[in-house]
């Protein structure tokens, strides 16, 4: 089976079971950690590591009317003093949450990027030092209320 038709059998499966698709960034679209620390001047290798798999999947997914979600625990909170938003050295811009996220869809899936709604937010960075976030379950749950469906219509996340 090709890929186009193989894309398109999962997106029709999921369809049936899912109206939301909550990818997440690390370890899922991409193949690789950002480790809260990628330099801007690393963005295009580690877009580089998206999945085929993802690329193939997002215009199957939205053939079948399922909605999209990049979730992630990279937060631009995570920015101060050792991890510099903006600076006038490039070497040691960090790129983090919907910054990094953005990025790699601009880089890897153009066409598509302004179809994803995007929850990037790290506990421990919003003042929630012992709050545990197991599962990206306030992600998904962001995701749903986005996107006005039932906690049950979707995905918890789809790994590749």
Sequence with gaps: MDVKHS??????KISARFDVVCFDLDQCAVRQHSRGRLLSTNLDDFASQVSPDFVSAIPALLK????LAIVTHSDLAQHGPKKPRRSNDLDVD???GDDLVHEVLHRTV?????EFF??????KSRG???DKDLGKIRHMRTCAAFYDVPVERYSRRIYS
């Design 94 to 96: 960090v790129v983090l």
């Design 64 to 67: 079948h009317n399922v909605k």
């Design 128 to 130: 929630g030092e012992g």
């Design 118 to 123: 995007v929850v990037a937010w790290r506990p």
């Design 7 to 12: 894309a398109d059998d999962f997106a029709r």
């Design 110 to 114: 153009p066409d598509y990027a302004h």
